[in-house]
Nanobody, 124 residues
């Protein structure tokens, strides 16, 4: 089992940047595929990006490629989401997720563990 805690959210102006962090505790962090999702009120959770266990394969939502970057540090049990050129439509609660498996995926149902989320608000 793994516990996930996100941090780094906040209020930023359009065009700015934020880096989200997700700290994992528990066993064998390197055995989990990690992902980031986001959600706004009244909408389904939206896939952002996924990274495989050793960090050499990533899968981004097409609409976010080029602005968002995921990275992981297995030695520190951390995964990061660097968000650049933020837009008001990026405003959401961002969730870190972990799945037992080998491959990246955009399917939220494939993830076994979730953090509590961190709010990102982008002002225009």
């Amino acid at each position: 089992q793994v516990q996930l805690v996100e941090s780094g959210g906040g209020l930023v102006q359009a065009g700015g940047s934020l880096r989200l962090s997700c700290a994992a505790s528990g066993r064998a962090f390197s055995s989990y595929v990690m992902g980031w999702f986001r959600q706004t009120p009244g909408k389904e959770r939206e896939f952002v990006v996924s990274i495989n266990r050793n960090g050499d394969d990533t899968y981004y939502a097409d609409s976010l490629k080029g602005r968002f970057t995921i990275a992981r540090d297995n030695a520190k049990n951390m995964v990061y989401l660097q968000m650049n050129s933020l837009k008001p439509e990026d405003t959401a609660v961002y969730y870190c997720a972990a799945r037992v498996g080998t491959f990246t995926t955009a399917r939220a149902r494939s993830y076994d563990y979730w953090g509590q989320g961190t709010q990102v608000t982008v002002s225009s």
